[in-house]
């Protein structure tokens, strides 16, 4: 059975930085693409940053430079490491699983709320 749990988020100052992380079962190895997601109050769900089998990355414009992106394929988990953070990077963040011909699985998310 696929479980995506989130953990790391909370609240943070201006400039301040969270890690989250995203505890895979039963493997990182049977899924093309892992990411992370977020959603602000009233917005839809947009992407934050992927990462693929080979390791290929990709980051939404608002998160290159700041965040990034990766995994331990050993320990089953999957990181988003998130620097100068600012007040618009509030949102609830989801972890993503995708593998071909199958519906993504997603996390319940985690709150990051970061104080101006």
């Known amino acids: 059975q696929v479980q995506l749990v989130e953990s790391g988020g909370g609240l943070v100052q201006t400039g301040g930085s969270l890690r989250l992380s995203c505890a895979v079962s039963?493997?990182?190895?049977?899924?093309?693409?892992m990411g992370w997601y977020r959603q602000a109050p009233g917005e839809q769900r947009d992407l934050v940053a992927s990462?693929?089998?080979?390791?290929?990355?990709n980051y939404a414009d608002s998160a290159k430079g700041r965040f990034t992106i990766s995994r331990d394929i050993t320990k089953k988990m999957v990181y988003l490491q998130m620097n100068s953070l600012k007040p618009e990077d509030t949102a609830v963040y989801y972890c993503?699983?995708?593998?071909?011909?199958?519906?993504?699985?997603w996390g319940k998310g985690i709150l990051v709320t970061v104080s101006s």
């Open positions: 039963p493997s990182i190895n049977i899924f093309n693409v």
């Open positions: 990462i693929t089998t080979s390791g290929r990355t």
């Open positions: 993503r699983a995708e593998r071909n011909f199958d519906v993504p699985y």
